[in-house]
């Protein structure tokens, strides 16, 4: 089956300054996203992720390479009303109410009054924005406004959805809420393609993950291929020892962190466990918790930082 998305030698050069100096935001990218697939792209700020959403959508246009969506080009016009895009900072018309704003909108869609008012009222119900119809925009919280962007984005029920940070400025509610709408978008067959700087977010919904450094994707593919299953620590969190003990487990731990009566013992590896737990006895302690620690997606997101910064 075609991919949802298919991205071939794409790169992306801009003229700023008074000298017109060449600087480049993106750089031979190539990546495809399975149809039906949850990509988080992740970077920090600068990396190339808005500009590579952006020219998927067609604001703007490649120095070079191409990019296609369900195997068409991005550059036919036809291929855009199957896309929903939600910008990281969206201009609202604050003057409109958020049933007026979301009725403009699937007008530009050529999309009926009747079947609108029923795709609104389901909208507002998924983005948790239900009674606030009637309410301008102008009153609307951030992260009303942020629902309100995300709904905007599905008012064409679209097969693919592209996200600019949809969790930027959300409570962790408000978080929740983005992945619980994110999760059902996925059951629902859908591909969404997000951005976002909250990895442990876009661990826990992504079913592939790419990692973009100063416009050059350094690490893609499935979550479960790139996280290393075996533990990397297990972290013991031990109470009750008597002053200046805990340190005599200096050869068996990575590290050791006081405060107050409670010490985190991180060891370096779990084999080390049973020691432990027979040493604390002895010295009248107790295990308050045992956590066992695999790699994160954090974890390899540092290490690419790192390799980078090297």
Same mark, same amino acid.
């Given at each position: 089956?075609?991919?949802? @998305?298919?991205?071939? *030698? ?9 000298? $017109?100096?060449?600087? %480049? ?26 500009? %590579?959403?952006?020219?998927? @959508?067609?604001?703007? *246009? /490649?120095? +070079? ?11 036919? @016009? ?27 909108? &699937? ?33 609307? +919280?951030? &992260? ?5 962007? $995300? ?16 969790? +930027? ?27 976002? *700087? ?18 050059? $994707? ?14 990397? +620590? ?7 020892? /008597? ?21 985190? @013992?991180? $060891? ?43």
């Amino acid at each position: 089956m075609t991919p949802a @998305i298919q991205i071939r *030698h794409l790169t992306k050069r801009f003229r700023t300054g008074f000298w $017109l100096k060449a600087s %480049t935001a993106l750089s031979d990218l190539n990546l495809e996203v399975a149809r039906g697939a949850t990509f988080g792209f992740l970077g920090p700020n600068g990396a190339g992720k808005t500009t %590579t959403m952006k020219l998927l @959508i067609g604001v703007l *246009h /490649p120095t +070079s390479g191409e990019a296609f969506l369900f195997g068409r080009s991005v550059r036919e @016009i036809a291929i855009k009303r199957g896309i929903g895009y939600l910008p990281e900072s969206p201009y609202f018309y604050d003057y409109l109410t958020g049933s007026e704003f979301l009725y403009f909108y &699937g007008q530009l869609f050529g999309m009926g009054s009747r079947a609108l008012k029923v795709k609104i009222e389901m909208l507002f119900e998924l983005v948790k924005l239900k009674g606030a119809e009637q309410v301008q925009l102008r009153r609307y +919280s951030k &992260g009303m406004l942020q629902r309100i962007g $995300l709904a905007q984005a599905l008012i064409n029920d679209p097969k693919l959805v592209i996200l600019d940070e949809p969790m +930027s400025g959300l409570d962790p509610m408000g978080r929740k809420d983005v992945r619980d709408i994110i999760l059902r978008l996925k059951e629902e067959g859908k591909t969404v393609f997000f951005s976002t *700087h909250v990895l442990s977010d876009a661990e826990m919904i992504c079913d592939q993950v790419g990692i973009i450094v100063k416009g050059q $994707l350094r690490n893609v593919g499935r979550l479960e291929e790139m996280l290393n299953p075996k533990l990397k +620590s297990v972290e013991v969190s031990v109470r009750g020892l /008597p002053e200046g003990r805990v340190h005599a487990l200096d050869p068996l731990s990575k590290s050791i962190t006081t405060k107050g009566e409670e010490s985190l @013992i991180s $060891l370096q590896d779990e084999e080390a466990l049973p020691q432990l737990i027979q040493w604390t006895e002895r010295e009248g302690g107790k295990i308050v918790s045992i956590v066992p620690r695999r790699e994160t997606l954090e974890d390899i997101f540092i290490e690419e930082m790192r390799g980078e910064a090297t």
